[in-house]
DNA sequence: CTGTTAGCGCGTTCAC
DNA sequence: GTGAACGCGCTAACAG
């Protein structure tokens, strides 16, 4: 393995002068400059990583901890993020903090140890309610997930409106009896909670809500009791995220209900599966590459400009209207 | 950021001691041992990973490079990857190839570049072709795609045994003119493809193979010529992979066919989709989080025995017969 | 514009 | 059982 030195002797410059091509500064003359890249050519030489981290204390690796990486939502902006960091020679570390606090903290520790760059963070409702920027040694950006009174760089969906506006399309189409469910161990889906309830209000409707852990599994066990002992059923269902319409949907099945002639039914997360299904589902659509694309772009330029003035950008979901949320006639 | 030295003035010792009881090294008296916990806790110490990776020259990072992590399958081997190493307090590079040759090298000169302490891989066709071990300096383990010429630790399916038995359940059911659509550009679609061709000279029948690249939007678009060209129509499509065969599903919307009624169909990965929508898909579903899971402990194990034999996990996928495969009574 | 040199923080001899 | 000292390969500060 050729280190810095070889690469010096054989272009007959010294180390710094070599070093100084490599990280392409100014104050090398072409000659030198062409010498050098000849030698690292000639040589075979790479850079070793951890010397150069020991050295100047940076790093060209970015932290991504997701909430749940199964969720396609997730694989959608860790893909954005991916194609943004290849673009840019990034490394990305993808971690899966599986909705699980301590997981989440592990994680963080591990890209304090790490010494990366900047992390892209989808907290947990616990690590939002204390998260404080100046509580890590690196830049953060949230995704998905974060509130108002939470002073931190941020891409999230304007939840609030996007679930007012699907439940009302819900009131509009004439149910009465309208529940939700919803995630409530994190902001997103307390958010949309809001919006539910707001929504409600405003046409004088009363609430119910099912709070469940944001799995396809516990969606399904759920809304299978919920389905059984609910007497009179509602009108209609709203999920909060594309999971939980996703085992809502087994569950009506394995009770043997049908949509939307025995309930209506309205979710997020503009999943292929919820337009094949017969009938489709109305569902919001969440520009989930655009905020992954969104939330790398803040984390560069927050690492470029740490002192910058902090910024969120809110993306507002689209409203697709299916079969699954009218009566038919 | 307190360094070794410090710990060691702390508890009144040397940095050798210090370092000795981290690593978990004997020739450590109980009290020293004790005495440097109680100092790492006080000053809230962390080993500093680059000069440790520096001094060491070992990491304990993996990579993992999978070809599509749009792929519900890749993002289940990813879990399970993610699992495992975080129960052995590994880290994980996630990377995402894209099928893209130049892209997959990139990622493997960087794991090279990190020092990482083994790679799991889905190779592209050209990759495989010329993988030999030997060429990398670290252990690696392909997944889901391999061939019997190539030596390597490898976890895969049995795809020419799936294929064929998918493929002779369709003859079974009836099913004369049988189309394939296959990625082409990987070992695990030839290899379906093997499988296809097999039962099909089984049953004296012949062949109306179709490859594409294996995405959802390629395949749909395909799919929409193909069934606008070819007529008479086949008796039935088998896709090769869970994405294939959702691009399928669509185009039979977009033109208007019905399965299993105007075509038949069955493909491969037990994506939920595929028994909600109605009638349901007969597939072969993978064993996905095992996959991934051998796949790591298969690179822990040869990590530890560099000069082990070569071990191959061969698994068996299971074929789930639902209604889009018979013609209906 | 170029070269010399001092560490970055740790692991690991080798003495004691 | 313990400590002193060297060097992993590189960057950055400084001298020329």
């Not at 852990?213 to 709203?238: C, G, H, M, S």
Request: with cysteine.
């Amino acid at each position: 393995m050729a280190r810095i030195q070889d690469v010096a002797k054989h272009a007959g410059v010294s180390v710094a002068s070599v070093s100084r091509v490599l990280a392409g500064l100014p104050g090398v003359s072409d000659t030198t400059r062409e010498r050098v890249m000849r030698s690292v050519d000639a040589l075979g030489y790479r850079p070793d990583l951890a010397a150069r981290r020991l050295r100047s204390r940076r790093t060209d690796t970015l932290g991504l901890i997701v909430s749940d990486i199964r969720n396609p939502f997730f694989m959608e902006v860790s893909r954005a993020v991916e194609d943004v960091a290849y673009a840019n020679r990034l490394r990305v570390m993808l971690c899966n903090a599986d909705e699980d606090p301590d997981k989440e903290s592990f994680y963080l520790e591990m890209m304090r140890d790490e010494n990366v760059a900047g992390v892209i963070l989808s907290p947990t409702l616990p690590m939002l309610a204390r998260y404080k920027s100046a509580d890590y040694p690196f830049p953060m950006v949230l995704v998905d997930r974060c509130n108002s009174t939470v002073e931190a760089d941020a891409v999230v969906l304007d939840n609030v409106d996007a679930a007012m506006r699907l439940t009302r399309h819900l009131i509009e189409a004439g149910q009465r009896k309208i529940a939700f469910f919803y995630g409530a161990g994190s902001a997103t889906g307390q958010q949309r909670h809001d919006g539910y309830l707001a929504a409600l209000a405003g046409a004088g409707l009363s609430p119910i809500a099912q709070a469940l852990r944001p799995t396809v599994e516990e969606a399904r066990v759920v809304a299978r009791n919920f389905l059984e002992r609910q007497k009179p059923l509602p009108d209609a269902i709203v999920a909060s995220s594309g999971l939980i319409l996703l085992g809502l949907v087994e569950a009506l099945r394995d009770v043997g209900l049908r949509y939307p002639d025995d309930i209506a039914l309205a979710g997020f997360d503009d999943m292929p599966w919820t337009r094949l299904v017969t009938p489709a589902i109305t569902v919001v659509a969440q520009p989930t590459y655009e905020m992954g694309r969104a939330a790398i772009e803040l984390l560069r330029a927050r690492i470029q400009q740490p002192e910058q003035v902090v910024r969120r950008v809110v993306l507002r979901g689209e409203l697709i209207v299916r079969e699954s949320s009218s009566p038919r006639k």
